[in-house]
């Protein structure tokens, strides 16, 4: 059995802590498609939680497609789990194809994001604003102080991890996490490096401002102008891979 780090749940739901600690276990690669998941016993004993809550985590890892149940057996990494977690840096995968993969990329995030900014604009607490808060003005000072790297690294993913916490359903921050992990953070430099410097900080203002209205509908408790807004961000989004990655790339 592989060698596991886990921790006693700390956010939110227990169930959506054990599910996200075990989606991180499989991105870094200490659960591999295949691998034999800790029993039901053991994985009480090791997060200290309820029996109940262990079932409830696995039964939803098994509806995302990302770990399959074995009658008599024990739960276990899906082996189709690399299908579902395409690399996007290879070193030989064409520029067309990481075109391609980008789109289809943003296609995902919309389809998951949008739904989860208008639900965290209709069901968010006090404390879970407080927190998207404090993602939001870590991620701006960060950005204006040219330490974009560090920006999207953590507080960029903690705002969105946020706002899919606020929608208060136990699905949605593994999958938003696992989206916006997709792209490595060294492959995103790299485009940024592409760009001149006035305009990348066009681009870095415009991204904070786009952030910061969805920030304001959710405060609002507007979910359709929490919608509205990580449309207009996806729009963005959409914009600048195809300018990062031009029409003729995608053509040859």
Excluded: W
């Excluded at 996200?20 to 029993?39: F, N, T, Y």
């Excluded at 399959?68 to 299908?83: C, D, K, M, T, Y």
């Amino acid at each position: 059995m592989p060698d596991l780090i886990l921790e006693r749940p700390r956010k939110v739901t227990v169930v959506e802590a054990i599910v996200e600690q075990i989606v991180r276990q499989i991105q870094a690669g200490k659960l591999k498609p295949g691998d034999r998941l800790p029993s039901e016993r053991q994985l009480i004993e090791m997060l200290g939680v309820s029996r109940s809550s262990v079932r409830e985590a696995l039964q939803g890892l098994v509806v995302m497609g990302l770990v399959e149940s074995r009658h008599g057996q024990g739960s276990f990494v899906s082996p189709g789990i690399a299908r579902l977690l395409p690399s996007l840096d290879g070193p030989t995968l064409p520029l067309s194809l990481q075109r391609a993969m980008r789109l289809q990329l943003i296609e995902a995030r919309r389809t998951v994001e949008c739904p989860v900014a208008e639900l965290a604009a209709a069901r968010a607490t006090e404390e879970g604003l407080a927190r998207l808060r404090r993602a939001f003005a870590s991620y701006r000072d960060l950005v204006l102080a040219s330490s974009y790297p560090q920006a999207f690294a953590g507080p960029h993913l903690e705002f969105h991890l946020g706002l899919a916490e606020l929608a208060q359903n136990p699905f949605f921050p593994p999958v938003v996490e696992t989206l916006l992990r997709a792209v490595p953070q060294s492959l995103r430099e790299s485009e940024f490096n592409t760009l001149g410097e006035d305009e990348l900080r066009a681009i870095l203002r415009t991204e904070i401002a786009l952030h910061e209205a969805i920030l304001t509908a959710v405060e609002r408790a507007d979910p359709a102008a929490a919608r509205a807004a990580m449309e207009e961000h996806m729009d963005f989004e959409l914009r600048l891979m195809r300018q990062v990655f031009p029409e003729r790339d995608h053509a040859r």
